[in-house]
């Protein structure tokens, strides 16, 4: 990978994501609004780019990295709960399921798609699809448990959410043309392909919009949110390389379970907050941190790769 171009690359989504701080500023894209934008992309433009992705003549061989990236994804995050739990075991009250939430959970999804698109292109956006299904098992089994301290009582219901989740469903729809090596006609490729091409700008301007509606100077006080940035920029991904050395993958491979365990803090990290009892101030102070130091860390870990 050409580290240099990788690093214009984000320095390109990170000014996108001022665009958004700045259509924010100027009350273009409200809080209402960015709330409705995060449902077009979740429902609408992220299933269309994943669709698109997936139009491609059948390979065993992309089948097979598929695979791993799905078991490779499932391991971090079972590491990622493994660090959360000896690193915030100490901490206390609403703040500690919130940090455990934090550090398991990266935006692989709005930030990781994009990063991927820039690096690999369309093959990029198939395999970081694979790797966001362990992340939705995860939320909603793990992710709710830390917050309201369940064993699995509602398990079955939160699992039926994840396979309904637009998401996954575009997934299967996706694998399906895969393996049969179905092709849409070219007038419907184009516009699901047109229509998909807006979700990492869009996402991206939702982040910097989010970033924009917090009071900056509350947004740097404290500690436990650097110090969960550290972990989840740093720590993890650098644990998920180091391991992954010893493993015989390819290298790409490797290098994409890596970057989306880099990414920062999941936005959702705020929504289970609010909905499930937790510090949601703290949450956005990670989101808001751990966003923002991404911007280094990113490339960082980049070179790491490279």
């Known amino acids: 990978m050409d580290t240099k171009q990788v690093v214009a690359q984000v ?3 990170f000014l996108v994501l001022l665009v958004g701080v700045y259509a924010n500023r100027k009350n273009i894209i409200t809080g209402e609004m960015s709330k409705k934008f995060s449902d077009l992309l979740i429902n609408v433009t992220v299933p269309l780019q994943i669709i698109a992705s997936f139009h491609l003549d059948f390979d065993s061989e992309k089948l097979y990295n598929a695979g791993l990236v799905f078991v490779g994804s499932f391991g971090v995050h079972l590491l990622s709960v ?3 739990q000896l690193v915030f075991s100490r901490f206390t009250g609403k703040a500690k399921g919130v940090l455990k939430f934090a550090a398991v959970f990266s935006n692989c999804g709005f930030m990781g798609y994009p990063v991927l698109e820039s690096i690999y292109g369309g093959i990029g956006i198939f395999y970081g699809s694979i790797y966001v299904i362990p992340f939705h098992i995860f939320s909603l089994t793990y992710g709710i448990m830390v917050f309201t301290g369940e064993s699995g009582r509602d398990t079955l219901k939160n699992l039926k ?8 469903v575009a997934v299967a729809a996706g694998m399906v043309m895969f393996l049969l090596s179905i092709k849409l006609p070219q007038p419907i490729y184009k516009a699901v392909s047109m229509a998909g091409s807006v979700t990492s700008p ?10 924009a509606r917090q009071d900056f100077k509350e947004m740097l006080k404290g500690f436990p949110a650097y110090f969960l940035g550290f972990i989840r920029l740093i720590m993890i991904p650098v644990v998920v390389w180091g391991i992954l050395r010893l493993i015989p993958l390819h290298p790409d491979i490797k ?3 890596v970057i989306l365990s880099a990414m920062p803090v999941a936005a959702n990290a705020v929504i289970f907050s609010e909905q499930y009892g937790g510090d949601s101030g ?4 990670c989101v808001g941190i751990s966003t923002l130091f991404s911007i280094v860390t990113i490339p960082l ?5 490279g």
């Open 255 to 257: 290098a994409i379970l």
């Open 82 to 84: 493994l660090i959360a």
């Open 282 to 285: 703290l949450a956005s102070r």
């Open 11 to 13: 320095v390109t989504l």
């Open 202 to 211: 869009l996402a991206m301007m939702i982040v910097g919009s989010v970033l």
């Open 161 to 168: 959410k994840v396979l309904l989740h637009p998401g996954l």
């Open 301 to 305: 870990v980049l070179l790491l790769l």
